[in-house]
């Protein structure tokens, strides 16, 4: 009865104020070192393996890419049976990996050192491992530039229509709709087709003449019609964002609408868009590829990986390394970017770490 009385008494019981003791206050305060959102998703991310282990290959990939043409002794585009004034050596044509073309041949006989041909060398007597690192170069260039090209205007768009609203966001929006309902790689590959012929004289005698009109018309690709699911993901971010209190008060301070967008509302976009930038890689890549495939890719004699496989299909029977080879590296360029980003996507997205 009287613990009762106490519960229900209004006299303040002086035993709750006792000071804590050292332990106790030790079990209830948890310290925890000042960190910033980025820092936490790159410890999330680093203690995904399957994610790092995919950053350590396309780091060596892309490394390999840009490294190894400056030391390899032979060029992409060289033909090692082929010398001015002299008969055709057909012996470098189609050499099986690690194997050597007869001139080669004779010079190790007589004590010479003659680097070996990895991967072989084409119908064409070309070596054929830089043929892939200079198609993997290509491959990774146009996947990253074109994810660029996807990102500013799908971010343009995007935050334009999320922010305005009203009738910029209808009309902005119905053109998304109109560009979903295009069949993708047919309008692609109609797109690729006119534009290679439309740009081919424009770029004569300019710095894009090396890479061809092919590439430049796939750059053309990607600007028109790959924006629309960056600016949709975009838009939707930026409307569930432009009611926060932080927006409405610079507003109330009269700050402009481009200010607003790029000081406040895309900042805190970003974990969306590194996300999808690096998810779109990937779909850049194998485009590319497919487009290089069927003959719409970088103009010869530079390589593509695309290009390799299809080059590969009329010796299918006699040399199946040339088409494994380039399938084996697009494989693990796609797999390993695709991995790295649903890391990125479980590392930094805060819906999945609330």
């Known amino acids: 009865m009287d613990n009762i009385t106490n519960k229900l008494s209004m006299h303040v019981d ?3 104020f006792i000071p804590a003791t050292p332990e106790e206050k030790a079990y209830m305060v948890q310290m925890r070192e000042s960190s910033t959102f980025f820092k936490d998703g790159v410890k999330r991310l680093v203690k995904n393996k399957v994610a790092l282990v995919s950053l350590i290959i396309i780091v060596v990939i892309t490394l390999a890419a840009l490294v190894l043409p400056v030391f390899w002794p032979y060029s992409y585009d060289a033909q090692l049976g082929v010398k001015k004034g002299e008969p055709v050596d057909s012996s470098y044509n189609n050499i099986p990996p690690m194997e050597y073309g007869r001139t080669e041949k004779m010079k190790i006989s007589q004590g010479d050192k003659v680097f070996p041909h990895i991967f072989g060398t084409d119908e064409r007597g070309r070596d054929y491992f830089i043929r892939v690192v200079y198609g993997t170069r290509i491959s990774l260039a146009v996947g990253f530039f074109a994810s660029i090209i996807v990102l500013v205007i799908g971010m343009t768009i995007g935050s334009i229509a999320g922010y305005v609203g009203g009738k910029v966001d209808m009309i902005l929006m119905r053109m998304v709709d109109v560009i979903y309902s295009l069949p993708d790689m047919l309008m692609v590959i109609l797109l690729a087709s006119v534009l290679k012929v439309a740009l081919g004289n424009v770029l004569d005698g300019t710095i894009l003449e090396k890479i061809g009109s092919n590439i430049v018309s796939l750059f053309v690709v ?7 699911s960056m600016a949709r993901l975009i838009r939707g971010q930026i409307l569930s964002l432009r009611e ?3 927006v409405l008060a610079a507003q109330a301070t009269g700050a402009k609408p481009g200010w607003i967008i790029k000081k406040h509302l895309i900042p805190n976009c970003i974990s969306v868009i590194i996300i999808s930038t690096a998810l779109q890689i990937p779909s850049a890549i194998f485009t590319e590829s497919f487009l290089s495939f069927l003959g ?7 390589p593509s990986l695309g290009s390799l496989a299809a080059d590969a299909l009329n010796g ?4 199946p390394s040339h088409l ?4 084996i590296v697009i494989s693990l360029i ?4 695709n991995l790295f980003g649903d890391g990125l996507r479980d590392a ?5 770490n609330a």
């Open 14 to 16: 002086m035993n709750n």
């Open 296 to 302: 719409l890719g970088v103009n010869a004699p530079m």
């Open 244 to 246: 926060q209190e932080y």
């Open 324 to 327: 494994i080879i380039p399938a």
């Open 348 to 352: 930094f997205d805060p819906k999945l």
């Open 316 to 319: 299918i029977s006699s040399y």
């Open 222 to 228: 990607f600007a028109l019609l790959y924006w629309v």
């Open 334 to 337: 796609v797999l390993s970017l």
